[in-house]
């Protein structure tokens, strides 16, 4: 019998054609739960724009997967950030400031070449009591 502090979430991606990855957009374990990265997607093809239009799509990404899990962005306690190009730091940094302002969680960002056209991509760990 499965663990029920251990809840798996969306695996069968819609943002992929409904195709099953190997991974869920999120697992809560206890409560907590570990949202996996979110890029920069729409009916599963990277968006086009540059650094802004793509952190907001990231964000509103991992409040989608939060929310099935029953979660918002203030139950976020850490994430961890990639940016493509360090140079886009200061408009990232613009964005998650706006979404964040109010329950800062504690955060890496680290520069990585990332897949396809992603300018950006974030993790987040949430905490929300069962």
Same mark, same amino acid.
């Given at each position: 019998?499965?663990?029920p502090?251990?809840?798996?979430?969306? %695996?069968? &991606?819609?943002?992929? !054609? !409904?195709?099953?990855?190997?991974?869920?957009?999120?697992?809560?374990?206890? &409560?907590?739960?570990?949202? /996996?990265?979110?890029?920069?997607?729409?009916? !599963? @093809?990277? %968006?086009?724009? !540059?650094?802004?239009?793509q952190? @907001?799509?990231?964000?509103?990404?991992?409040?989608?997967?939060?929310?099935?899990?029953?979660?918002?962005?203030e139950?976020?306690i850490?994430?961890?950030?990639?940016? &493509?190009? =360090?140079?886009?730091?200061?408009?990232?940094?613009?964005?998650?400031?706006?979404?964040?302002? &109010?329950? =800062?969680?504690?955060?890496?960002?680290?520069? /990585?070449?990332?897949?396809?056209?992603?300018?950006? @991509?974030?993790?987040?760990?949430?905490?929300?009591?069962?």
């Open positions: 019998m499965p663990d502090r251990l809840i798996r979430y969306d %695996i069968a &991606d819609p943002q992929a !054609g !409904g195709q099953r990855r190997p991974f869920a957009k999120a697992v809560r374990a206890g &409560d907590y739960v570990h949202v /996996s990265g979110q890029v920069p997607t729409l009916n !599963g @093809e990277v %968006i086009s724009g !540059g650094i802004v239009a952190t @907001e799509a990231v964000i509103a990404n991992i409040k989608a997967v939060l929310a099935l899990a029953g979660c918002g962005l139950d976020v850490k994430v961890t950030c990639w940016l &493509d190009d =360090p140079r886009d730091f200061s408009s990232f940094n613009a964005v998650f400031e706006k979404h964040f302002i &109010d329950h =800062p969680p504690a955060r890496s960002t680290v520069q /990585s070449r990332l897949m396809v056209d992603a300018k950006v @991509e974030i993790d987040a760990i949430a905490w929300k009591p069962l």
